[in-house]
């Protein structure tokens, strides 16, 4: 008995909202003045205040030059037909365009709720009754007409509290229209209990606001008055009727401006005993003392916490930090996507399937209709999404790909990618090594602060992972000949480095190494300190002259004859070698064909950091910025078993 209560109850809706509505009037607001046609007066007023006006356009302004994308449902032909069409029918409206809709909608921002009616046309080219780009005969839109929040009369709901009609009372005639819900798009901004009416975020800054209002009020008498106390007036005994109001006249128009002044009777005189009058300033006997420009500045940083705004004002004062400020733009950043997706659900529920029942013909064939897709607002950091992209890449956590290389065209405004161009998969990066500055050390510092550093001899550093057993022993054997400093040399270096200085050369060992050399290619301000301090390690570490060798892989034809035809070479930031060729063939084994080059460099103003303390030598040579090479010659070799083929440059420093 009780399941079948169950089964016959699940469809039926037993509760209620708990939304108080009245003839379709909301009974919400407990507040006096912004009841009925009163709050319409108010959010206009408060829409002009000139703190939250900067609010509304610190939210509007991002949003509004963020680009809108149609998304098609699927993979099949006729979902990118579906998605087109949609982005040209955002493009084709009758005098009206797509972000004048977007700013309307974003309306709810001041009243909570918002909504345009959607007015279709048939698409018959310039010769139809309503204009269009297009002349296919299907059915676009002709506008999405803004309907005004104060119109509203009541709404209509049905029997589950859904908005059935909104009943507009025209402003001019004083008629009123009804406008069904299946013709209308209505967004709503946080609504609680279904209210079609949302919440205003000027309902809740409605106290601070009314607050600064006045105290404003105050501050600009106080100024115009330019008083300290209170102005006080005696009447002599025997005033007549005339004489006080003479007197209230003056107490009410006492103001610092070019008419100050006051004209009254002579004061008393204690000798002839006779009456005067008598004008003073009577201070207050306590002595506490506002500053009611702090007050109000108080005021706008609570109205511009509304939507996490308040940095807009931390510049004004010469307060905060700059990680203040990108915590707090990173909270504003979320509450602009939240006002995205409220926007992005009511178009997607709404216009885009009301859209496509107007055309029904286009769901044949197709996976189902397009969706609206938004950018996320603002500008990105280019720079830190770079340095974090190129890290991820080189550690293998992420696949280089034309997805990858479109969206970085796009953030930073590049031409779009060439149709066809890059679509192949494209290789990872060899693992770090020597060659890119990514050793690996354990650092161990000692009681007298210097520091002893170790090589890490694990299955994951690459040196003993891909390097032959021969290359090790020749490299060995290379050292002890005398041509690389001795461990203690190197060992000398590294304790004469400064606290920052070694801080610093640990970076250039991490995977952190990207932002130095990024830092030296672009000047770039924030990192300039370890940059100096970075090169000035490297100018005290051992010299080394000699024949060094850089070897790099998946290069595109274009780059390898660039380089084959180059004249000379010029080094824009520190780059790393090494003394032994194997290690620098390393780099090089599965590359694509033909996209791998070694360098083979014959220089004089190397730095050699790469020595071990447990008898193996990564043999790093750091190559200083804007050293130039001559480029001698170039020649195709082979490498390896498989016999690979790669491009050989022989390099000698100017």
């Known amino acids: 008995m009780v399941a079948e209560t169950k089964k016959t109850g699940a469809g039926t809706v037993m509760g209620v909202t708990g939304l108080s509505i009245w003839s379709g009037v909301l009974g919400e607001e407990y507040l006096t003045a912004l009841k009925g046609t009163r709050k319409a007066k108010v959010f206009k007023e408060m829409q002009d205040d000139a703190v939250i006006a900067c609010l509304l ?44 809709h977007v700013l309307d909608m974003l309306t709810m921002l ?18 139809g009754d309503r204009p269009s780009k297009y002349n296919d005969g299907k059915i676009g839109l002709h506008i999405l007409d803004p309907r005004g929040q104060e119109t509203l009369y009541q709404w209509k709901m049905d029997g589950e509290f859904n908005v059935e009609a909104m009943v507009q009372q025209d402003p001019n005639s004083s008629q009123y229209i009804d406008i069904p819900a299946w013709k209308m798009l209505h967004a709503t901004f946080r609504s609680r209990k279904r209210s079609p009416e949302g919440s205003s975020p000027m309902r809740t800054l409605y106290r601070a606001w009314y607050t600064r209002k006045n105290l404003e009020v105050i501050e600009a008498i106080g100024a115009e008055r330019d008083l300290c106390g209170l102005p006080v007036i005696y009447l002599p005994y025997g005033a007549t009727d005339t004489d006080k109001t003479n007197a209230e006249t003056l107490i009410r128009n006492i103001r610092l401006d070019e008419e100050a002044g006051l ?18 300033l009577i201070g207050s006997p306590g002595s506490k003392q506002y500053d009611v420009r702090a007050i109000i500045n ?45 926007l992005l659900e009511m178009w997607n529920m709404q216009l885009v399937p009301f859209l496509f029942s107007m055309n029904p013909q286009l769901l044949a064939g197709a996976t189902g209709t397009p969706t609206l897709d938004w950018s996320e607002p603002g500008s990105k950091d280019v720079q830190k999404a770079v340095i974090a992209v190129t890290g991820l890449i080189n550690a293998q956590l992420l696949t280089p790909e034309a997805r990858l290389e479109d969206y970085f065209r796009t953030m930073m405004g590049l031409p779009d990618r060439p149709a066809g161009l890059g679509e192949t998969p494209r290789s990872q990066p060899p693992a770090p090594g020597p060659l890119q500055g ?9 009681a007298d602060g210097s520091y002893i550093v170790k090589l890490k001899a694990s299955a994951n550093n690459r040196f003993f992972a891909g390097t032959s057993e021969g290359a090790i022993k020749g490299w060995e054997t290379r050292r002890r000949g005398g041509r ?18 070694r801080q610093v050369f640990k970076k250039w060992q991490s995977d952190d190494y990207f932002e130095l050399r990024y830092a030296q ?23 080394y002259e000699g024949t060094v060798y850089r070897g ?89 078993k498989t016999q690979e083929m790669f491009t050989k440059l022989i390099l000698e420093e100017m």
Request: glycine share 6%; proline share 6%.
């Open 57 to 100: 356009d610190a939210i509007m302004m991002p949003l509004m030059a963020a680009e809108f994308e149609a998304v098609p449902a699927g993979k099949a032909p006729r979902d990118k037909e579906n998605s087109d069409f949609l982005k040209t029918c955002m493009d084709d409206m009758t005098k009206y365009t797509w972000r004048q």
């Open 110 to 127: 001041v009243w909570g709720w918002s909504v345009s009616e959607v007015v279709f046309k048939k698409r018959l080219g310039n010769e």
């Open 263 to 280: 004209v009254i009777p002579a004061p008393p005189t204690p000798e002839a005993n006779s009456p005067g009058w008598k004008f003073e």
């Open 298 to 342: 108080d005021l706008n940083k609570i109205i511009l916490m509304r939507f996490f705004a308040q940095f807009l004002m931390l510049g004004m004062q010469q307060v905060g930090t700059q990680a203040l400020v990108e915590g707090s733009q990173d909270f504003f950043s979320l509450c602009l996507k939240s006002v995205q997706q409220e």
């Open 438 to 446: 990514l050793m690996s050390y354990d650092w161990m510092e000692q």
């Open 484 to 501: 690389i400093p001795e461990p203690s040399v190197v060992q000398e270096w590294i304790s004469d480095l400064t606290k920052n200085e």
């Open 521 to 543: 290619k672009t000047g770039d301000l924030k990192l300039a300190q370890q940059v100096s301090e970075f090169e000035a390690a490297i100018a005290k570490a051992p010299p």
């Open 552 to 640: 790099l892989a998946d290069l595109s034809p274009d780059n390898i004859d660039e380089l084959r035809n180059a004249k000379t070479i010029k080094l824009d930031t520190h780059t790393s070698s090494t003394v032994d060729r194997l290690i620098a063939e390393d780099y090089m084994v599965g590359f694509e064909p033909g996209g791998a080059i070694l360098f083979e460099i014959k220089q004089k103003s190397g730095k050699y950091i790469g020595q071990g303390t447990e008898g193996i030598d990564e043999g790093e040579v750091v190559l200083p910025k804007n050293t130039e090479y001559r480029v001698l010659s170039s020649e195709t070799q082979r490498i390896g």
